[in-house]
C-alpha cells in the first residue's frame, strides 16, 4: 500500500526557514516522480515543486522558485521541502504525494504570520 505522511508543519513568523518532511513506503522510492502540492484556504491545489525519479530534475511553482528545494533521501524513503524567506502567502495546508501513483498524504499546515 503506498503511503505518504508529511510532518513539520507549524506557524512561523515571515523571513524565517521551514523543513517539510515526508515519509514514504509501499512504492519503489528511488524510481518515482514525487510532489509537494499545497492549498490555502478558498483557493485551488498548487504544485509547489516536484523531482524525478532520478533526482536530477526538479520543478518550481513560480511563486516560490529561489525559496524553496525540494530533496529526498532515498535512504530512508523521505522526501523534504525546504522553504526559506517565509511569506504570509505561503500559508497552506502542504501535501506530499506521487502523481505517479495517485497518492498523498493528509497534509501538514503551514501558517507564515507574526
Known amino acids: 500500500q503506498v503511503q505518504f505522511v508529511e510532518s513539520g508543519g507549524g506557524l512561523v513568523q515571515p523571513g524565517v526557514s521551514l523543513t517539510l518532511s515526508c515519509t514514504t513506503s509501499g512504492f519503489d522510492f528511488g524510481a518515482a516522480a514525487l510532489e509537494w502540492y499545497r492549498q490555502a484556504p478558498g483557493k485551488e491545489r498548487e504544485l509547489v515543486a516536484r523531482i524525478d525519479g532520478s533526482g536530477r530534475w526538479r520543478n518550481y511553482a513560480d511563486s516560490v522558485e529561489g525559496r524553496f528545494v525540494i530533496t529526498r533521501d532515498i535512504s530512508k524513503s523521505m522526501l523534504f521541502l525546504e522553504m526559506n524567506s517565509l511569506k504570509p502567502e505561503d500559508t497552506a495546508v502542504y501535501y506530499c504525494?506521487?502523481?505517479?501513483?495517485?497518492?498523498r498524504g493528509p497534509g501538514t499546515q503551514v501558517t507564515v504570520g507574526s
Open positions: 504525494g506521487s502523481d505517479e501513483y495517485g497518492t
